[in-house]
């Protein structure tokens, strides 16, 4: 949908992430698909959940609504969960995934806060912080239901 995404920096991370709970599909080679659970998105790579074991170091395609598919290298998995690397950067503008707003995506921001503060990571907290601030329902007279 063209959502702004919130700059997120870590100790070697200048990539803005969008957080999203979205349903995708991984091609992890040229005759096969597996679903995954989209968690973060980057112009440079992704971080996604699957029950299936992928190859770090191994290649993989990613549809995403808007882009088609993206080819990208699996950096790393452990614990349900895998990161990879865009081979050529992508435009978040062009991505038609919407910033996640569901419950999922808001409990997923809250462990990364917790995870953040137990690291003393405090920059992170607070960016986090603003993001989790951000994505609670409002309602009319500015009170939260």
Known sequence: MGSKPIRIEDAGR???????DEAARLRPNSWSSVEIRMIDLSEFGFRAACEAR???GGSVSLEIPGLGPVEAQVEWQREGEFGARFFQSINLDACEWSVGEGQQALAQLLVQRAAAKRAGR???DRQLRTRILAALPMYKGGASR
Do not use: I, K, N
Not at 14 to 20: F, I, K, P, S, T
């Open 14 to 20: 200048r990539a803005e992430r969008l957080a999203l």
């Open 54 to 56: 992928v190859r770090p």
């Open 122 to 124: 405090s920059a992170v």
